[in-house]
């Protein structure tokens, strides 16, 4: 009976000792690094040479890019050609020529780990030279007594340059590693324009129609591929206690 009274003194001794026992040191973790991958993403627009296809008279080409400078900031820029012939019912012109576009995006988008998604709005700069020939214009008889009469004056404009700004809003997607479909909008502004004697800049490269006054529009549907050049730590990494 001693005995058994002695062996529960002892299991309720112990007992006590590893209840009041506490740890005494806290381990801290740190969190896996977040690194978000910066380099320069290079494509082409897919819209032009698509309308060339289904549109008599036009083909063009543009080549895209952008380069990460900041965790939201892109730097941006297109560059591009056209040859695009009008046939209206009182004018026929061909417009020919190359444009440069300079700008930023900022990208609104909260990526997950590892990804550069983007909806982005931002704002370029752009540059033409160009040239114009009136290939034939039609003269309208309003009083039916004589037949409409058209011209074939042939007259080259050429060393015509334009300056516009232009507001963007678009998206980019990676569909497999590194390669991205896009797609974004551009409202343009007229801001300076050498026009030829006796006619008017109807078309711009890069700047499209001019027919609304000193305001155009355009799209694009880009494909293209980013060149990762280092990856950067996110500044946001914090420690946690556990």
């Known amino acids: 009976m001693s005995k058994s009274i002695f062996s529960l003194l002892l299991l309720f001794t112990f007992s006590g000792y590893g209840q009041d026992k506490k740890p005494t040191d806290t381990i801290n973790k740190v969190q896996p690094a977040k690194t978000e991958k910066y380099g320069i993403r290079i494509g082409a627009d897919l819209y032009r040479p698509a309308r060339s296809l289904y549109e008599d008279g036009f083909s063009g080409l543009e080549l895209v890019a952008d380069y990460r400078v900041t965790n939201k900031m892109y730097a941006a820029a297109e560059l591009g050609t056209v040859d695009f012939t009008v046939d209206d019912d009182q004018l026929n012109f061909t417009t020919k020529g190359s444009y440069l576009k300079v700008g930023f995006d900022y990208n609104v988008y909260e990526n ?39 011209l074939y004056p042939n007259e080259n404009y050429s060393g015509l340059t334009a300056h516009w700004a232009e507001v963007v809003g678009g998206l980019k997607a990676e569909v497999v590693k590194n390669l991205y479909l896009g797609f974004s909008v551009r409202l343009n502004m007229l801001l300076a324009e050498t026009k030829p004697d006796n006619f008017d800049n109807l078309y ?25 050049f280092y990856k950067k730590q996110k500044a946001e990494e914090k420690k946690t206690s556990k």
């Open 204 to 228: 711009i490269p890069g700047f499209n129609r001019t027919y609304e006054g000193s305001f155009g529009a355009g799209i694009n549907y880009t494909v293209s591929y980013m060149i990762p």
């Open 112 to 150: 997950w780990l590892e990804m550069q998604n983007m909806i982005y709005i931002g704002m370029r700069y752009g540059f033409a030279t160009f040239s114009q020939n009136l290939n034939s214009y039609t003269i309208y008889d309003t009083t039916d007594y004589f037949p409409d009469v058209t």
